[in-house]
């Protein structure tokens, strides 16, 4: 199927740097991920569907053998595949003597999801998504996402392995969702009951990593992190969202909306860590980035 464009860079930084070494690692291969984890002290991990292609088409090519409810069942061995992945990844952290950290990047869905919300506390860290809920609503992405880091956190706790986990909100940034089409528009479904109860949130892929690197620096760092640098809580926001997704997403240029919906997500926890750290990318808190 040819290189992908993200390994083609990565290919092109180890031309420009002679100490950077480039291994392909499937998640659903155990073996593939212990040789890639050979001396490293950290790891930094994130799961995206569209870099795992080749395992979801395998599920699609069985599914559709039986047409009726092909894409239900579809989608929930593709939330299998994550969550099996997340699995393999820490068992073979938990093997690997030198990893000293592990940096898991999960996502804000695995926090907001609830049939029976709050309607006073702000949602943080501290919440999970209901998998039910999700399952009910066929909220894949939230679904996926809760289950792969309950599994990792699960994981991680039997094994005595140091881990955080960064929860990204809608990640943009210049040409990100282009190249990432498949878990933008996965985002955002659910997005106008996200944008009704203030969790709405995205974030520069730039912050983000920044983030991370943050979590795994810091030594306090622990738990869960909220991360997000832009509440979307009215019309305005919306439609900037919107031309930024163009043209995966569309609204018109002139929304009229005069509603502000209160913003009920909070990354209070991940400002104070990056303002002690005085993490590089820190101008940019409370900016926008459309």
Not at 18 to 47: M, N, P
Not at 105 to 117: D, G, L
Not at 244 to 269: A, C, I, M
Request: hydrophobic letters at 40%; aromatic letters at 10%; a negative charge.
């Amino acid at each position: 199927a040819g290189e992908s464009e993200t390994a083609r860079k990565l290919i092109e930084m180890r031309s420009a740097n002679e100490g950077l070494k480039i291994f392909a690692a499937d998640v659903l291969d155990y073996h593939s991920i212990t040789d890639a984890l050979k001396g490293c002290c950290g790891l930094f991990y994130a799961f995206d569907q569209s870099q795992n292609a080749a395992g979801y088409n395998c599920v699609l090519n069985r599914c559709l053998l039986g047409l009726k409810g092909a894409f239900d069942n579809m989608q929930e061995r593709m939330v299998e595949i994550e969550a099996r992945g997340a699995h393999n990844v820490l068992e073979a952290c938990a093997q690997t003597e030198t990893i000293k950290k592990v940096v898991f990047t999960s996502s804000v869905c695995a926090a907001i999801w609830s049939e029976y919300p709050s309607a006073t506390d702000d949602l943080d860290e501290r919440y999970w998504s209901d998998v039910s809920y999700c399952r009910k609503l066929k909220l894949w992405y939230a679904l996926a996402k809760t289950l792969a880091e309950k599994t990792a956190w699960a994981l991680a706790m039997d094994r005595g392995l140091k881990m955080v986990t960064v929860n990204a909100a809608l990640v943009v940034g210049p040409e990100f969702s282009q190249h990432n089409s498949e878990s933008t528009l996965a985002y955002l479904k659910g997005a106008a009951q996200m944008y009704e109860d203030g969790v709405l949130a995205s974030v520069d892929v730039r912050y983000l990593a920044d983030a991370q690197i943050c979590v795994f620096e810091d030594s306090s760092s622990y738990g869960r992190y909220i991360c997000f640098n832009q509440i979307v809580n009215c019309a305005q926001h919306a439609v900037d969202l919107a031309k930024s997704l163009k043209p995966l997403v569309t609204l018109p240029d002139r929304w009229e909306d005069p509603r502000v919906y209160s913003q009920r997500l909070s990354n209070v926890k991940l400002s104070k860590l990056m303002v002690g750290n005085e993490c590089k990318t820190m101008q940019m808190v409370g900016s926008q980035f459309f």
